[in-house]
């Protein structure tokens, strides 16, 4: 049996969720997805932290012909260290020897010369326009992916500000709506088993880290979002988080409504700016799915 096999029916076994593993080993709720998934393998640390909470050996875990492990059969527990003596204490040092007097004056002098001019060529080139404080705060949806939109963008004057955006992209038209709370209320409870969840203000969080964008292609015909032949159905969402996450979905089985299986969300670990967020997510989307 494969490890990841393992995994899944070790923790069934336990009664544990992927988040109550996570837990136990001090990972992400995606990272257990993808070992069960078979998309990773753990580290070493992590396969001998699974053998003692799974009470079965790492050769049963890491050997695809091992044998199952029998009632009560747990890996021995490790030695017990000797008690290390104390160590002796040290001998504190002596004060540094002072430096003279002298020198002590011409380094606070340098420091202070240095200090002044810092600030003077700061001053200067602030007032020239070259320093400048720039504040870029996106608080409407993004602009649409693609570079061919030839119908007007027609919005749903009852959507959440702030909230989700739902683009439906057909030829050379698209169409964005956003949600009504009822209907916002039912996304929050699908994307909630996953880690995502929004506050009364409507900012969203993954696993307690606030988002800045987020992006979850719910159906597609295989082209890029920037290529201007994309035909499917896109839902984003801009705020003024600091990560940017995106949904990644099984299209080959689609849900009841059509949409790929959501298989997790991902955190780009990305912290663009508006201005390069758009050639950053094209070109990591089509390293995954087009690759």
Not at 121 to 130: C, R
Not at 193 to 215: A, K, Q
Not at 275 to 280: N, R, V
């Amino acid at each position: 049996m494969p490890l990841a096999d393992k995994i899944v029916e070790l923790r069934k076994k336990q009664g544990w969720s992927q988040i109550d593993l996570a837990d136990r080993l001090d990972v992400s709720r995606q990272s257990v997805s993808k070992w069960e998934m078979a998309q990773a393998v753990p580290e070493l640390d992590k396969i001998i932290k699974m053998s003692e909470l799974f009470a079965v050996t790492t050769d049963y875990l890491l050997k695809d012909d091992a044998p199952a492990p029998e009632p009560g059969d747990a890996p021995p527990p490790p030695p017990e260290e000797p008690p290390r003596p104390a160590p002796e204490p040290e001998t504190p040092p002596g004060p540094a020897p002072a430096a003279p007097k002298k020198r002590r004056r011409w380094i606070l002098a340098a420091v202070f010369l240095f200090s002044v001019f810092a600030v003077c060529v700061y001053t200067v080139l602030f007032l020239t326009g070259a320093v400048s404080y720039t504040s870029v705060r996106t608080t409407s949806t993004p602009p649409p992916l693609k570079e061919a939109v030839t119908e007007e963008t027609v919005s749903d004057p009852d959507a959440v500000e702030d909230g989700m955006t739902e683009y439906v992209y057909e030829g050379e038209s698209v169409t964005a709506g956003g949600f009504d709370e009822a209907t916002l209320a039912a996304l929050e409870a699908e994307y909630a088993p996953y880690g995502l969840t929004c506050d009364e203000e409507r900012h969203w969080y993954l696993d307690g880290e606030r988002i800045r964008v987020f992006t979850d292609v719910l159906t597609t015909n295989g082209e890029s979002l920037t290529g201007g032949d994309f035909h499917g159905t896109l839902r984003t969402f801009s705020g003024d988080g600091f990560i940017d996450v995106r949904a990644v979905r099984d299209y080959e089985h689609c849900d009841d409504e059509g949409h790929g299986t959501l298989l997790y969300l991902e955190s780009c670990d990305v912290r663009l700016d508006g201005e390069h967020w758009e050639e950053h997510h094209a070109g990591h989307h089509e390293e995954e799915h087009h690759g």
